[in-house]
């Protein structure tokens, strides 16, 4: 029963999630679920946390390792002060407090991705504490626990052909956030619109890519259940889960597992549990640890860490605008609407982000907004949204691959509304830029460029158009003459496709219907 249940509810939750906090009660009548969320996102800096070595992309196995990520006697950690400044960034952003002085720990555990035994983070003296991540589709506000720095393992890869597991110190010692949420959420579709707004913030303040396939962000994620009314329930830990959908999977099956043993009178163990994606079940990977099991202890390298107000104020000063801000900002200045909003800063999200919070190539938005000064905004979104997009997608292309500076398109828009060349043929220059790319200077006129590839509007010969289309289509003018309106659209059709889209569909369908009803 409890396996049927986990198959029909992992269907519902490939749904889109609805808008109120209340859902979990419609799923487990008289159950409350309690979520909190640990959300590990890999800073984009160039070097790793406490060493020189570049982080690495792709790069063939153990690449990128120094002594010191391989735990070699007497290596010593040297703090990179970009992961540092990226942390306050997200700090900032969250609303949390950025600490004084923060200080390093030892995490010991033994395991065959962690070369030194021990793991460095911020267990006692965090970097940041408190505040919030507001989600606004859900309306909860998401309390946060505390920011803090720590090392990346290394990465195991179990190969079956060889029988045995193959370790990749690339990873190990690059820069994380652990970022740790108060147990807030409610449903399993509060915990993945948080997971997803905090991906968009870290985008944004350009602290980490955020690209959950790539590993660059995982969470974990404890879950308890209770009876309504009743104080919380034990709570389980879920590791590593790294997408949006095997978060809320994960989080419907172990809310069952839970359900199903206590309605059984069988208490639940405090454990760390896996998610297995093709069963949509979680299973046990070993009793949970407290503190005292990993033995923490101050980390003898490192001294303290001291951030003066003066330099959390430097920081903020180079702060990026915000995905809310941001978005408002666009619907009441511009008149978008959200969705339009959200297109624009969802182009490219991730993917230009620069190293070590530098300035990321151009977006989106800023080319909109250089487009759309002086212009409708309204019709240069959907210029860019519908064709420019359309385009990019076409050959799988970001952003920063688009050949029109906004000049181009600005000047392209208002021949446009000037009727100097029509919507059809709008669009065939825009394919003619991206299939051929033409030169920067046949781009600065884009009018002489209109007139090169014959694409002006048409209408000293809309006449002879019109009488040669009602000849190729007699039946269809017939019907028009006898007051099928309907039907007329076909004839201008046929129009556009004598002039190859340079006629002007508003003056030919009027002249049609001048002309066909004067017959008439």
């Known amino acids: 029963m409890y396996r049927r249940l986990c198959v029909l509810q992992t269907r519902v939750s490939n749904r889109s999630y609805a808008s109120t906090s209340a859902t979990h009660l419609d799923k487990w009548p008289g159950w409350e679920t309690v979520i909190g969320i ?11 946390l406490f060493s020189e070595s570049l982080n690495s992309n792709d790069e063939p196995p153990n690449t990128h390792v120094s002594l010191f990520d391989a735990a070699f006697p007497g ?14 960034r997200t700090a900032l ?12 720990d030892r995490k010991h555990y033994f395991y065959r991705d962690l070369p030194s035994g021990y793991q460095i983070t911020q267990n006692y003296a965090p970097l940041a504490t408190g505040g919030f991540l507001y989600l606004d589709k859900a309306q909860r506000r998401v309390g946060l626990k505390q920011i803090q720095l720590e090392q990346d393992t290394a990465k195991s890869t179990y190969e079956q052909s060889l029988g045995a597991t193959q370790i990749d110190l690339n990873r190990a010692g690059a820069g994380l956030m652990e970022i740790v949420s108060q147990p807030d959420m409610r449903s399993p579709e509060e915990a993945a619109a948080y997971v997803r707004t905090l991906q968009a913030l870290l985008r944004s303040v350009g602290a980490s890519d955020g690209n959950m396939e790539q590993g660059s962000l995982r969470c974990d994620v404890n879950v308890s259940v209770n009876r309504a009314g009743e104080p919380f329930g034990t709570r389980c830990e879920i590791k590593n889960l790294n997408s949006i959908k095997a978060v809320q999977v994960a989080i419907t099956s172990e809310v069952y597992r839970h359900i199903d043993l206590i309605e059984r009178g069988l208490s639940v163990p405090q454990e760390t549990r896996g998610f297995d994606e093709e069963r949509a079940e979680t299973f046990k990977l070993r009793s949970k640890e407290d503190a005292p099991d990993y033995r923490y202890m101050p980390d003898p390298n490192l001294p303290p860490v001291l951030i003066t107000e003066a330099h959390v104020d430097k920081v903020r000063q ?29 182009v490219d999200s991730g993917v230009n982000i620069g190293y070590d919070g530098e300035v990321a190539p151009p977006g989106a938005v800023p080319y909109f907004e250089e487009v759309a000064r002086g212009r409708d905004p309204k019709v240069v979104v959907n210029w860019i949204t519908q064709e420019l997009l359309a385009q990019l997608s076409r050959l799988d292309e970001q952003f920063s691959a688009n050949p029109i500076p906004p000049s181009a398109l600005g000047e392209l828009i208002d021949l446009l509304q000037g009727g100097k060349i029509t919507g059809t043929s709008a669009k065939t220059l825009i394919r003619h830029i991206f299939n051929s790319p033409p030169s920067t200077e046949s781009l600065s006129s884009v009018s002489k460029l209109v007139d090169d590839l014959g694409l002006s509007a048409t209408s000293s010969d809309l006449q002879s158009l019109c009488e040669e289309a009602i000849s190729i289509l007699p039946e269809e003018a017939d019907l028009v003459r006898k007051g099928n309106e309907k039907v007329l659209m076909k004839i201008v059709g046929q129009v556009m496709k004598l002039s190859k889209g340079t006629a002007d569909g508003k003056a030919a369908r009027a002249l049609l219907h001048k002309m066909l009803k004067t017959d008439g």
């Open 38 to 48: 640990e959300v590990h996102a890999q800073i984009k800096s160039r070097q790793k």
């Open 75 to 88: 290596t010593l950690p040297r703090l990179n002060k970009y992961c540092v400044d990226l942390a306050i």
């Open 93 to 104: 952003a969250l609303n949390s407090t950025v600490q004084p002085k923060s200080a390093f």
């Open 318 to 346: 180079t702060m990026p605008e915000l995905p809310t801000a941001l978005s408002t900002r666009l619907q009441n200045d511009y008149g978008l609407t959200e969705r339009q909003a959200e297109v624009l800063m969802s």
